[in-house]
Each structure stands twice: as structure tokens, then as C-alpha cells.
């Protein structure tokens, strides 16, 4: 094997049991939530500074536009009206079903490879009603 297949190789294994210890392990749900908490810190001293900025001007700086403010009001109008026209969920019905009959004795066909099925020869082999319960959101 030459160094570039080892190389892909080596990024394929690498990748999937990074992704094995992201998703699938204790260390890995530490890890995103250690993820977060630092993101949100990150996040709330930038405002915290430009607050800073914004209310303490430096003398002999051009003036700071307040454009994050204009932002944060459009984020905040955005999101109200979004919840506002969210789709309201009904309640969901019970499904009536009707099962097809089969008659007692038909053989089952077996096909092998690709074939045509006619329409006549449609076959049940068995029915089975999945999900009495109605779906909740």
C-alpha cells in the first residue's frame, strides 16, 4: 500500500472512531456539552465588549455604528414572528384500516432474480396493523 492509500486509510479509521466517540460515548456527551459552555462564554463576553464599545467611546475615534443593536432587534422580530405562524398541531386520529382477505391454501411463489410480476398474480403472505397509537409532537 503507498503512503496516499495509507494516508486516506488512516483519515477513514480516524474519522469514524472520532465520530463513534463524539455520538457514542459518556466522554463524548462531556465533550459537546464542554462544547456549548465554552461557545456561550465565548458569545456572551463579545457582547459584554461591544456593549463596552458602544456605551465608552475612545476620544478621537470615528463614532461606532450601532448596527448590532439593528441586528439584535431584527433577530428578536424574526423569532417572534416565526413562533407566531408555526403550523398549530391537531390531534392526531385513529387510522381505521381495512385488511385485504386471503383465501386458505394459496401457495407461496417463490421468484428468483429479477422478474415481472403480473397483476394477477399478486400474493399476501401476511398483514399486520402497525400504529394504533396516534402520533403525538
Known amino acids: 500500500m503507498g503512503l496516499i492509500a495509507r494516508t486516506r486509510h488512516a483519515r477513514y479509521v ?6 463513534y466517540w463524539w455520538m457514542d460515548t459518556r466522554s463524548g456527551d462531556r465533550a459537546r456539552v464542554i462544547g456549548f459552555c465554552l461557545a456561550v462564554m465565548v458569545a456572551i463576553i463579545q457582547f459584554i465588549q461591544m ?9 478621537g475615534a470615528p463614532a461606532k455604528a450601532y448596527w448590532w443593536i439593528v441586528q439584535l432587534v431584527i433577530m428578536i422580530v424574526a423569532v417572534a414572528v416565526a413562533y407566531a405562524m408555526r ?13 385485504p382477505t386471503v383465501e386458505d391454501g394459496t401457495a407461496v411463489k417463490d421468484y428468483f432474480g429479477t422478474c415481472w410480476i403480473e397483476h394477477e398474480d399478486n400474493f399476501l ?3 399486520k396493523v402497525v400504529g394504533q397509537d396516534p402520533i403525538r409532537r
Do not use: C
Request: charged share 25%; glycine share 4%; aromatic share 12%.
Open 14 to 19: 480516524y474519522g469514524w472512531r472520532l465520530r
Open 51 to 59: 456593549a463596552l464599545v458602544a456605551m465608552f467611546p475612545t476620544p
Open 87 to 99: 403550523p398549530k398541531p391537531q390531534n392526531a386520529q385513529e387510522r381505521k384500516v381495512d385488511p
Open 125 to 127: 403472505l401476511a398483514w
